[in-house]
Each structure stands twice: as C-alpha cells, then as structure tokens.
C-alpha cells in the first residue's frame, strides 16, 4: 500500500489482493454447505421415515421433476413470461416518472410522497382485487409484479437523479450548461448505479410477484403448480416447483447484476 | 490574490458571488464593469473535493467544460493534453478516477477548470483536503502554472501561511459580520520558495493577517 503523503503513486490494483481467491473459496464453501445440507435432509427423511406428501426427500423431488419436466417448463415459461413483462413495463413507466419528478417541482411535491406513502403498502394484498377487475389471465399478473417492481425502482431513479454532489453542479452552472447537457452528461450517469440498486430489488420482488397472483386466482404457471399439487398431496412436484423458482430468482438478478457491470463498470462492487 | 479568514466569515459565499453561483441579496457585482447577473463561462472553479466523474477518463473529465460549451474538439484535446502534461499527469490520460490518489486529483480538477482558459480562476480551498506535504507540493506547482500563464487566481483558504505564500495580495476577512477587514499586499519575490517561511518579512505579513483575523479590522492599524 502506499501512502498519500508519499506523493502521487497510483493505486493500479481496484480490488485488494487476492479478491480473486476468495471469491473461488466463498463459491467452494457455498457449494459444499448446501451439498451437505441436502445429504442431510436426505438422511433425516430416510431416518425418520417421513412420507413423501410431507417432506419428500432430494431424491424423490429429482425423479419427479424428470418425470413433470414438461409441465415444469410450460409452467416455469409462463412465471417467467409475467415476471419479465411486469418488470419491463415496470422500467418502462419508472424511470421517465422518476425523471419527471426530479425536473418537476410540482410532481415533487404531489406526487412523489404518495409515491414514497404507497411504498410501504403489501402490494401483494391487491392481487385478490386484481383478479376481480381484470380476471384470472395472464393480465393481473403483470399488474401484480408491475407494482412490486415499480417502487423500488421508482425511488432508486430519484435518489440517484439528486445525488449529483453540490460543486459538480456548481461547477456545471457555471458553464451555463443546458438542461439536456446536465442530464446526459452528469445526471443520469451519477444515477446509473442507483437505478441498477433498484432494478436488483425489484427483480427479486418480480418474482414473488407473479408467484402470488398465480396463487389467487390462475391456471398455469409454477405459482400454480404449487397450489395443485400440494392439494393433490404431489408434494414432490410442489417442491420441483420451488426449485425452478429460486433458479429463476437467482438467475434473474445475476442476469441484471452482470447488465450492470458491462453499463456501469464504475460502480462500486461488493 | 488570497482570501483568509476564520470560518462562517463568508469567503466561499464571496467566491460564488464572483462566480455568479448565487445572486446577492442586495447590490450588483462588476465584473470588467460589467453586472454580473448569470454565471460566466470566463471563470473555472476548484473545489475541495476534486469531484471528477466516476465514468470518465482523466482525459475526458478535463475536456467536460470544453464539451458543454462546445469548444473546438481538436484544439481542445491539444490543450487537455498539454495540461495534463503540465500538472504531471502525462501518460495517466486513459485512467479513471478511482485509480488515482487524492492528490492526482485534484490535479486532474485543476486541468479541468483550465481547459476553456478562462480569464479568472476560482479556488475553494483547493487543498484543504489532502495532506501537509501534498498540499505544499500542490501550492507550488499552481504557482508554476500561474508564472506560464498569468491570470486572476482567487484563492480561498484558512491557512495563513498558505495565503501569504501563494499571493501577490491576501484579503483578510472577519467573521459576523463578514467583512472585508484589510487588503495586505505581499511584495515577494518570485518564485517563493518554501524558505521564505521563516524569513522576518513572512513572519510580519503572517502577523498583520493574524491579527485582523483574530482582534478584527480596527485592531493596530499600521
């Protein structure tokens, strides 16, 4: 390490030492710890018996999501149909609205507490009332994870599109810059990896989303599949499905958190 | 020209005041004779915080100024270059900020504020972010630029000796109320040299600043 009294020498290394090693032994330990974990599970069914309806052990969940894989995919296309639909339109509809509130003083102070206000209503608890005015298709779904992606994304925007420090917007209105220039040049940069906070909330919240309004009212999806086969007492299946769900959950937000590497390689990593 | 003074006297306000950051509540300010109403572009800044964009090169950080007010992208490049040169950055153009310590930084912010070579230089306690020795290292080196190129530095400090250094002029302020208390005029020669420091002529100038700081503008008038 060098000091910064020591005149100018620069700090060419951005992760400290040996970052890469331990990345690969966090990944190594992970992994071992879930096998173990499931070994474990293993064991414990076959030791106390447990039927499979009630907690059916790994190897029985892995024959019979060979055996449903073809429901199990129809079902996991359309979850991911809806999460993916409700979470673009969620950015579609955010972003320029968080855009607006910060250039409007007005927006900033109409709309934007109710905003922050309905962020902490259970979005979730709306599906019921969706089903009632738009049916059980594929439609309140959408609406469902919209709204669950929509306020994280929302207030991400806006933090981000604030936290231009003080002097650099001085600096900037001293060169009389125009509106546009300020946005594209200073602002929306300063908000890139806000936004991207945001959008890593919210795809986790997608999920869970389009999950719950499958369970109020629907007749596909893996929300569904849930539902039915543990009212068949498939307990297997049900559990085939929350596999396939977690997968997607975690693929999705690595989908994203690698979008915002290649978009914002200045972000600050953890 | 210098200005010192101890904290809340308003030599920042002063500063933005001249940089037409914020409009005063009462009076105009001249500028070539001219009212000062809206921000001009004949001025660059220098804050305490280097405050560089994350996503751009030393390089383009430098030329923000000249693309926001469209200068010629040629000429301008020319000159980053020869700044960056200047400031002894040469072969850092292609890195980021974060790569950078806090002096080189700053640096790079001083490039920046220069690139449309603006009539008057505006400095906000440039250095009172980093280390004693960066900061003397730094005040040197401003001096070496200024000595080339030869235009108004306003520079804000609370450093006595840092004022009394670098100037042709310090302008001591009071606090509450923020006054202008008195203008000392500092006849050293050039370049000063650290060892000017400790001569009986520093140390005269060092005392009339302190004193007005401290016991306000009536206090000994010489």
């Known amino acids: 390490m060098t000091t910064e009294s020591g005149g100018d020498a620069p700090e060419l290394n951005d992760e400290p030492v040996g970052s890469a090693g331990s990345t690969v032994k966090a990944i190594l330990g992970a992994t071992v710890t879930l096998i173990a974990l499931v070994i474990l599970w293993e064991m414990l069914v076959r030791q106390f018996q447990i039927p499979s309806w009630l907690l059916p052990s790994p190897s029985v969940i892995g024959p019979s999501m060979v055996e449903w894989r073809a429901e199990l995919f129809e079902h996991s296309l359309v979850t991911l149909y809806e999460t993916l639909v409700g979470f673009a339109l969620a950015i579609a509809i955010s972003i320029p609205l968080a855009v607006a509130v910060v250039y409007s003083p007005l927006l900033q102070n109409t709309i934007y507490p109710i905003l922050l206000a309905l962020q902490s209503m259970p979005k979730v608890a709306i599906a019921p009332l969706l089903a009632l005015w738009i049916g059980f298709g594929t439609l309140p779904k959408i609406v469902v994870v919209f709204l669950v992606c929509f306020f994280p994304i929302v207030v991400a925007t806006t933090s981000g599109l604030t936290a231009v420090p003080t002097p650099l917007m001085d600096l900037i209105r001293s060169l009389s810059a125009g509106a546009l220039q300020t946005f594209v040049k200073i602002r929306f940069p300063t908000a890139m990896p806000h936004i991207f906070v945001g959008l890593k909330i919210a795809i986790t919240f997608a999920v869970i989303g389009a999950v719950i309004g499958e369970f109020v009212g629907s007749e596909n999806g893996l929300g569904y599949l849930i539902l039915v086969s543990t009212s068949q007492s498939r307990t297997p299946l049900a559990f085939g499905s929350l596999v396939l769900l977690t997968l997607m959950s975690i693929v999705l937000y690595y989908g994203i958190a690698l979008v915002e590497r290649i978009a914002v390689p200045w972000a600050p990593r953890n | ?222």
């Open chain 2, 1 to 222: 020209m210098t200005l010192v003074g101890p904290s809340g006297c308003g030599k920042s306000t002063l500063l933005k005041l001249i940089g037409a950051l914020i409009r005063p509540s009462r009076g105009t300010l001249l500028f070539d004779g001219t009212a000062l109403v809206r921000p001009t572009r004949d001025v660059g800044i220098v804050f305490q915080e280097p405050v560089l964009l994350a996503w751009r090169t030393v390089l383009d950080n430098v030329l923000l100024p000249a693309e926001i007010i469209g200068l010629d992208k040629a000429s301008s490049r020319a000159r980053a270059l020869q700044l960056i040169d200047l400031v002894g950055l040469a072969g850092f153009e292609q890195r980021f900020p974060r790569e950078l310590s806090g002096g080189m930084q700053q640096r790079v912010s001083l490039c920046r504020a220069l690139i449309h070579d603006p009539s008057v230089l505006l400095m906000d306690e440039p250095f009172a972010a980093l280390d004693a020795m960066t900061r003397e290292e730094l005040g040197f080196e401003l001096m070496r630029i200024w000595s080339a190129d030869k235009k108004t530095v306003i520079f804000v400090t609370h450093n006595i000796t840092e004022a009394i250094l670098l100037a042709d002029r310090v302008v001591a302020m009071t606090a509450r109320p923020g006054r202008i208390a008195r203008i000392v005029d500092i006849d050293l020669a050039r370049p000063r040299t650290i060892d000017m420091e400790f001569t009986q002529r520093f140390k005269d100038y060092s005392d009339q600043v302190r004193e007005v700081i401290y016991h306000g503008a009536g206090a000994g008038r010489s």
